[in-house]
T-cell receptor, first 113, second 110 residues
Framework: NAGVTQTPKFQVLKTGQSMTLQCAQDMNHNSMYWYRQDPGMGLRLIYYSASEGTTDKGEVPNGYNVSRLNKREFSLRLESAAPSQTSVYFC????????????FGNGTRLTVT | GQQVMQIPQYQHVQEGEDFTTYCNSSTTLSNIQWYKQRPGGHPVFLIQLVKSGEVKKQKRLTFQFGEAKKNSSLHITATQTTDVGTYFC??????????FGKGTTLSVSS
């Protein structure tokens, strides 16, 4: 099993460009999450999807959009990238929301110049 | 909004010394989870605590959940170089998603 797969691993964008981070899980999990990790800030929740067909804002949703394409896939879109969005982005999934362990992908390191 | 505070931010120990990190919430939590992230890696789930006053052990690691379900701790006995990394707690109020603390980064010198 691959677990949680994120693409791409690295990306450099110019300010104002757009991109979509892809995430897929093969564990038949119901819930999926996007976190960003910045030095000294821990992991901050951007958006989550408790189940297929639903999405909710987390702690830092501004500047991002998400799509729960199906049960397996949860994408994160930056419509107009800003330097403040330079970060490491982690996708995670869990079987039953916050009562189950989160399984993380390997992360996407994004730099916005 | 819900906040999860974690201290200390950094801790350096000599191999064989003990280590403790503390997690405090401003609100009562339904459950708390602990994760470990090795340098350059992704967070990996260690354990979940659900009951008031719960204590769980994994080899040299001891996890506690406070009686009021607002605080938790992770204690490592006799640290080893393999314990190096950042330890995160993550708490959840009923009906909300997990919120992570900022983590405690542990370094160990031999």
């Amino acid at each position: 099993n691959a677990g949680v797969t994120q693409t791409p691993k690295f990306q450099v964008l110019k300010t104002g460009q757009s991109m979509t981070l892809q995430c897929a899980q093969d564990m038949n999990h119901n819930s999926m999450y996007w976190y960003r990790q910045d030095p000294g800030m821990g992991l901050r929740l951007i958006y989550y999807s408790a189940s297929e067909g639903t999405t909710d804002k987390g702690e830092v949703p501004n500047g991002y959009n998400v799509s729960r394409l199906n049960k397996r896939e949860f994408s994160l879109r930056l419509e107009s990238a800003a330097p403040s969005q330079t970060s490491v982005y982690f996708c995670a999934s869990s079987e039953f929301g916050g009562n189950s362990p989160l399984h993380f992908g390997n992360g996407t390191r994004l730099t916005v110049t | 909004g819900q906040q999860v505070m974690q201290i200390p931010q950094y801790q350096h120990v000599q191999e064989g010394e003990d280590f403790t990190t503390y997690c405090n919430s401003s609100t009562t939590l339904s459950n708390i989870q602990w994760y470990k992230q090795r340098p350059g890696g992704h967070p990996v789930f260690l354990i979940q605590l659900v009951k008031s006053g719960e204590v769980k052990k994994q080899k040299r690691l001891t996890f506690q959940f406070g009686e009021a379900k607002k605080n938790s701790s992770l204690h490592i006995t006799a640290t080893q170089t393999t314990d190096v990394g950042t330890y995160f707690c993550a708490g959840r109020q009923a009906g909300t998603a997990l919120i992570f603390g900022k983590g405690t980064t542990l370094s160990v010198s031999s």
